[in-house]
């Protein structure tokens, strides 16, 4: 039988407030634990939540971002249940009334196709704390450092159909979010995660099989993998005549499986019911046309822009649009050598190359854009070639030098476009292969195109490269031609 | 000194009659010498309360002194208070020492006042009696056979016996009033909104409020010139202009519309309680008042809206005491769920623990509808027909409890207890304000009578009150206290 494979996801994103949604505690990663948890995230008798403001700026903006409907008013309920790392017993969250409504985002896929996904809503909640469970034999240890950080939970439709999709999904809404600089969306530190819903239907069903819910997933690659993994437990059991129970999972990255957490019985009743500890959440149209005046260009728009105005192809486009820090540096790079093709060609292929090498993010890359764009432009303006400009990168990437007209000077890669002095060496390098010159004025006219690769080679060799190749190339073969 | 108002003994401290370190030291000596049978304090801070009257007394020697400088007073045991163990009535929080003052004792402190200690309560403000409190029940001054009333029982009995000159409450649903009435002292609930419920413990957050219990109106007026205002740590806290309370107090009532609710008089009230208060509508008829009687329609709703609405908000605001991070912990726990349920079967006392499963209940899947959804309908409805009524009449005026203070152990029934404020709860659930003022006596045991403003009327409320305590002696009545 075929099958067709539906997936919905929930991600939640880690908002980059300075303090947390309901008090004032600072929200930095990493501190030493419950030392950034005040009484209010403890949850402590008689304290209130105050609604941080900029959590909500950043919500809206999300909400904007993706033309969803921003309704004047929402809601935050409570969402009851127990557990040692959730201080109040319930967490403060929205239901019926999501700050952001019925949206859509742009996803594109490996062969160029672009794809509508439209999301449900979006919501904001308070984090929980986290339970340490490795450290204490026979005891858990709680740190309410993250309770409280403000979490945007984004809810798509179940509008894709595969795990390639739903990366690409992820992966547009990380370029969204750290665009508009709401998250730092770094996926190790826990600033994404994502649920997944993923079932099966025999294709052309109209109605949606049951569907398991993998929890918790922190990478790309993990999405795409514990999709292809869910993908084929339900197949196996859908195609062995078995039923697959609506249950929640738990991806295992060391196992490269998907276990049951709790299934459809087991689950919760949460109990929602607004929080009457915080009033409804007013928004005028004034405060959301403010908001939409502070959006910065979105990856779709920069992606539009750079082929229309800088004629990048869509690819090109694509990947260099694929994080604000990488698009901020392409274009600063571009800036600076007045060649977008060029500079697209360099920080796809030779930059980005070497950060994926060594491990680094764009925003640690070793060479500056100004330092790269300072070597593009003695590429462009014919002070050095391609080959000087590679090892003037290399050079740059160690630290050798300050910027590339530095290195240039002073390992001597200027390059040579004086006739007189080419010339010369042209006349020397002819003078020296008797054998290949004579090979040449024997060879037929459709071989002497390539052999006059040699006779440059033995230049360019004697000029430690500084000579400039086309030059080189054009007056030897009008010397050699005159041989003939 | 013990009879003085809080108004007297001001004038007393800036005529220097006396010290603050005199009065508050005789204050404590007679805590300790009548307290014992009335029960009305959880904790006396003695040593606290000397130094703090110490500072007033050298802020009012450098002339600095305020208003409130040096005044005695006593909290809840509901209100953080840094320090000092704040245990709501519960042996949930026995052990639980506030690490910070609520938004109100801050504010209070801050107006040089002296805080004597924290009183009792029913726990977690759930009761009418003071009979659930953890720390034993309270006797009513008047006689210690009769509850004083509750939840706010022990700052009600505490200001009755002259103990203290005022102290705070909270008002969930009649917590304030229906003491304060049973006790003959003065209380008032403030709009919702108008006192921060920073640090208050909660109950039931939507209908929550704090409030002054004291001889006299103006005394209330005094201490809300000092509590009432916005709190930015308290969203549901309204930003809005305080006027001075203590200013027109003394205005005539002159055309002044009362309005009578007809459900306020209806079955279930005392005779000897419905004779005290039409004679106090009769003593505003005197003072040139205009009587009507109108309606509120539903108010026979009141009681379940409530009973569904306050309990669904305290189980979620009574899940925090979980034995995890403060309060009480069960000993040796074998796992997580051991955990939870015998601290939670140990801490809590049986009252509290029904309005948890009340509340549980009423929120679950399939049940929500019927049961909250519907209260938040009849919450409307109930605010409606006060919007209704106000703006017809200035004022509403009725009893403040269906009966006198009733006989210790007389309630066993909860459903029998709800009842009690029937004439209370109603005001919490459109929050507007209502204040009880002692209106009578009945076989040596007080009657209040409430009076009803629109939101934000409390000024008009402590004017009516106060001239009506000008024109009575109610007010200054005591209990005989055998010491």
């Keep these: 039988m075929q099958w067709d494979v539906v997936i919905g996801l929930e991600v939640h994103v880690q908002l980059s407030t300075c303090s947390k949604i309901f008090s004032g505690a600072s929200t930095a990663f990493g501190a030493e634990p419950n030392t950034q948890a005040c009484g209010i995230d403890l949850g402590l008798p008689g304290t209130l939540p105050v609604l941080n403001e900029s959590a909500v700026a950043m919500a809206v903006r999300f909400g904007l971002a993706i033309n969803a409907e921003i309704p004047e008013y929402s809601v935050f309920e409570r969402k009851n249940y127990f557990y040692p790392d959730l201080p109040k017993g319930y967490q403060t969250s929205q239901m019926a009334h999501p700050v952001v409504g019925r949206g859509e985002v742009d996803i594109t896929l490996g062969d160029g196709t672009v794809k509508t996904v439209r999301i449900h809503h979006a919501h904001m909640e308070e984090d929980a704390g986290k339970s340490l469970h490795e450290d204490y034999s026979g005891m858990t240890g709680i740190d309410l450092n993250r309770a409280g950080t403000p979490l945007l939970e984004i809810v798509s439709e179940p509008d894709m159909h595969s795990a390639e999709e739903a990366s690409a999904y992820i992966r547009a809404i990380h370029a969204i979010v750290t665009y508009l600089g709401i998250s730092d969306g770094n996926m190790a530190e826990g600033s994404m995660r994502c649920d997944v819903n993923v079932s099966l239907r025999p294709k052309g069903q109209e109605k949606l099989g049951t569907r398991a819910e993998i929890k918790n997933v922190n990478s790309f690659r993990f999405v795409e993998r514990a999709i292809a993994f869910e993908i084929e437990r339900q197949r196996e059991i859908l195609e062995d005549g078995g039923v697959v129970i609506q249950e929640t999972r738990l991806y295992n990255p060391d196992l490269d499986e998907t276990r049951s957490m709790r299934t459809k019985e087991e689950a919760n009743d949460y109990r929602y019911f607004p929080c009457p500890d915080l009033l409804p959440l007013m928004l005028d149209e004034a405060y959301i046309e403010h908001q939409r005046s502070l959006l910065p260009e979105l990856p779709s728009e920069k992606r539009q822009r750079f082929v229309e105005s800088l004629g990048l192809s869509t690819y090109d486009a694509d990947v260099l649009t694929g994080s604000r820090p990488l698009a901020e540096y392409f274009e600063a790079v571009q800036q600076h050598c007045s060649d977008a093709k060029l500079a697209a060609n360099w920080v796809q292929g030779d930059l980005l190359g070497r950060l994926n090498r060594d491990g680094l993010d764009i925003t640690e890359s070793p060479v500056s854009a100004e330092q790269l764009g300072g070597l593009l432009v003695r590429l462009v303006d014919d002070t050095i070639n391609g080959k000087a400009a590679k090892q003037v990168f290399a050079d740059l990437w160690e630290c050798k030098g300050e910027t590339a007209d530095d290195i240039i000077e002073s390992r001597g890669l200027k390059q040579v476009t004086d006739t007189g002095a080419i010339e010369s060496l042209c006349d020397q390098v002819i003078a020296d292969n008797p054998v290949q010159v004579t090979q040449y004025r024997e060879a037929t006219e459709d071989k002497r195109g390539k052999m006059i690769g040699f006779f440059v080679g033995q230049v360019m060799k004697a000029s430690r490269g500084t000579a400039n190749p086309p030059q080189v190339n054009a007056m030897l073969t009008e010397k050699l031609d005159a041989l003939l | ?483």
């Design chain 2, 1 to 483: 000194m013990h009879d003085k108002t809080l108004a007297e003994l001001a004038r007393g401290l800036a005529a220097g009659d006396f010290s603050s370190r005199e009065l508050t030291s005789s204050l404590l000596e007679r805590i300790k010498r009548i307290d014992p049978a009335l029960n009305s304090f959880i904790t006396v801070t003695d040593e606290q309360a000397l130094k703090e009257a110490d500072a007033a007394d050298a802020l009012r020697h450098k002339g600095e002194a305020g208003i409130l400088s040096g005044l005695p007073l006593a909290y809840k045991d509901i209100f953080c208070t840094e320090g000092v163990r704040t245990s709501a009535g519960s042996k949930m929080l026995d052990n639980f020492i506030a690490p910070y003052n609520a938004t109100v004792v801050e504010k209070l402190r801050h107006a040089g006042t002296v805080s004597l200690g924290k009183t009792n309560m029913d726990e977690f403000a759930m009761g009418s009696s003071n009979e659930n409190s953890y720390y034993g029940p309270v006797k009513n001054p008047w006689n210690p056979k009769l509850v004083p009333g509750g939840s706010s029982g022990g700052s009600a009995a505490a200001v009755a016996a002259g103990l203290v000159p005022a102290a705070l409450g909270t008002d969930t649903g009649g917590s304030i009033r229906q003491p304060a009435a049973f006790c003959g002292i003065t209380g008032l609930k403030p709009t919702y909104g108008r006192v921060s419920r920073y640090g208050m413990i909660a109950y039931a957050s939507s209908l929550d409020q704090a409030g002054p219990m004291a001889r006299t109106a103006e005394d209330c007026a005094m201490l809300m010139n000092a509590m009432a205002g916005h709190d930015a740590r308290d969203s549901t806290s309204v930003s809005r202009n305080v006027p001075d309370y203590t200013q027109g107090l003394n205005k005539p009532l002159n055309g002044l519309k009362i309005g009578l609710p007809v459900e306020y008089f209806g079955e279930g009230l005392a005779p000897e309680v419905e004779t005290a208060v039409r004679e106090a509508v009769r003593v505003y008829e005197s003072l040139g008042a205009q009587v009507i009687e109108v309606s509120l329609p539903h108010t026979s709703m009141a009681i379940p809206a409530y009973y569904v609405i306050a309990p669904a908000e305290a189980s979620a605001n009574l899940s925090r005491y979980d034995g995890v991070r403060f309060g009480h912990r069960c000993k040796d726990p074998v796992d997580l769920e051991d955990l939870y349920k015998r601290t939670r079967a140990e801490g809590f006392g049986d009252e509290v623990k029904r309005r948890i499963l009340i509340g549980t209940h009423t929120l679950s899947e399939g049940f929500f509808d019927a049961y909250y959804r519907k209260a938040q309908q009849i919450r409307r409805l109930i605010r409606q027909d006060f919007l209704d009524a106000f703006a017809r009449v200035d004022v509403l005026m009725g009893p403040a409890a269906p009966t006198t203070a009733f006989e210790l152990g007389a309630k066993a029934d909860p459903v029998q207890m709800y009842l009690q404020d029937i004439y209370t709860i109603a005001i919490n659930l459109a929050g507007i304000p209502g204040i009880s003022v002692p209106a009578g006596l009945a076989d040596n045991r007080p009657v209040g009578l409430q009076i009803l403003g629109p939101h934000f009327g409390e000024a008009h409320l402590l004017n009516v009150a106060h001239v009506y305590q000008q024109a009575t002696d109610w007010h200054q009545r005591r209990p005989e206290i055998k010491e």
